[in-house]
């Protein structure tokens, strides 16, 4: 499968708030979000899997993938396009042996050793960072900064996306490492309009 | 796979502390415990993989299956001989569809309507209950109490397994009602010999 890294969001409910959640990610998704994650934190099996059988149809009607974060159980039973894992998740040998070949693989690195280790163990891209300083993951470590991004860039020869406090200031810096994307909470989902939030990023990636 | 479900033990750390949770394990498997079942909540799932693996371990040391609760994942992860599920989890049938055929599914019901709907789609057993009121699930239901499990077990034709404050003193009366074994997590875990403890409920079962 082709994937256009280029503009990936990772869902964040607490942003938004239920009410409004699906209409905000369906006007990120028509402003030009290319990549969709699901990620939901302390819910139950069966909400986890709900709410990633309603973003899976969602994301269909824009053809982009839909990739689960954490849960490759979510991933199979709702058929998504593939499993985003962390370092605190299933080793990456063994969700890409469960998840099997045609899946995307998505892996979380912040340095050279867990990139490559990725890379040597079956991920097809990588989720660099946090490039800055962020609030929308509570457990993430200290900032790589652009510097970090570039090294882990040209370690590898899968696509790599910046992750992490990355927004419209930033953008043209991000681009610079050669990365080939960027991945936003609430740059797009904090915002109000969701369409422009992400209709700006796209335009100022593809400049 | 012939499983005896007479005694079926239900891991939970936080009943025995860290330090002394595998050997407390250990001991009460040695006591006669025929079936465990590895429940976490609120790690992360490397945690429960790993905590899973160590306890497959130990389980085939003693003959005993290991099942998963929850996380069809971790189940698939680590080989476990099955999957335990609830209301809150996936859906019976698509945990059915992606856990195959052979190996053992579980499911959690307070009624003969869920215990019905779970023998039709795919359960193996079902866990019945909360038969009497427990601390040691924070979210069970109103108690269905012996009568309750009875007409469970007189309405399927799978094991039926009381659960929910079963002890040594209202054995015997859950024995009566029909049911091919006992679930428990306090009854064991939270006493200083699991073993001793292990040994009793299953010497009284036996009787």
Tied chains: 1, 2.
Excluded: C
Excluded at 48 to 56: A, D, G, Q
Excluded at 72 to 91: E, K, R
Excluded at 94 to 110: D, F
Excluded at 148 to 168: D, E, M, R, Y
């Amino acid at each position: 499968m082709a994937v256009d890294y280029s503009l990936y969001l990772i869902t964040d409910r607490h942003l938004v708030g239920n009410k409004d959640f699906y209409r905000s990610v369906i006007k990120a998704l028509e402003g030009g979000v290319t990549l969709l994650q699901v990620r939901e934190k302390n819910v139950s099996s069966r909400e986890f899997y709900e709410i990633s059988l309603k973003l899976k149809k969602i994301a269909r009607q824009y053809d982009v993938p839909l990739i689960i974060n954490d849960r490759l159980d979510i991933a199979l039973a709702v058929d998504a396009d593939g499993l985003h894992i962390g370092q605190d998740d299933l080793p990456v040998a063994t969700a890409r042996k469960l998840l099997g070949r045609e899946k995307i693989l998505g892996y979380s690195v912040s340095n050279e050793e867990e990139a490559l280790y990725g890379e040597r163990h079956g991920a097809d891209y990588l989720g660099a960072g946090p490039v800055y300083a962020t609030d929308s993951k509570k457990d993430a470590g200290r900032p790589i900064g652009t510097e970090g991004l570039k090294k882990i860039k040209q370690t590898v020869n899968i696509p790599v996306v910046g992750i992490g406090g990355i927004s419209a200031e930033n953008l043209a810096d991000v681009k610079r490492t050669g990365a080939d994307g960027i991945s936003v909470i609430s740059a797009i989902l904090s915002r109000d309009d969701t369409y422009r939030a992400a209709k700006e990023l796209i335009d100022l990636w593809n400049e």
